[in-house]
């Protein structure tokens, strides 16, 4: 069964920077395209980020790109999330999820990691 521990979440204010991590298990992490994906308070789940199997190809949903970096390290099982310059609008709770940005899934979505940007 797979199973993601996320972390690096807190509060941060606006234009500032958070890295965030996604710790996989249960599946062979490195044969997979992996998302971020975010959900804002009342809104529903919106694919972020997404990286290639072996770390190519990064693509970003526009809200992000040139603010958000996304990485793997397939050795340690492992996705990261560089934020920079940080807004309000990307407050949310944010999970990793095995897919691309047209078919990412999960089996659980847990309680994922809190990014609040406020000042």
């Known amino acids: 069964q797979e199973h993601f521990v996320e972390s690096g979440g807190r509060l941060v204010q606006p234009g500032g920077s958070l890295t965030l991590s996604c710790v996989a298990s249960?599946?062979?992490?490195?044969?997979?395209?992996m998302s971020w994906v975010r959900q804002a308070p009342g809104k529903g789940i919106e694919w972020v980020a997404d990286i290639g199997r072996s770390g190519g190809f990064p693509a970003y949903t526009d809200s992000v790109a040139g603010r958000f970096t996304i990485s793997r390290d397939n050795d340690k099982n492992t996705l990261f999330l560089q934020m920079n310059s940080l807004k309000s609008e990307d407050t949310a709770v944010y999970y990793c999820?095995?897919?691309?940005?047209?078919?990412?899934?999960?089996?659980?979505w847990g309680q994922g990691t809190q990014v609040t940007v406020s000042s």
């Open positions: 999820a095995r897919g691309g940005r047209w078919r990412f899934s999960r089996e659980v």
């Open positions: 249960g599946f062979t992490f490195s044969a997979d395209v």
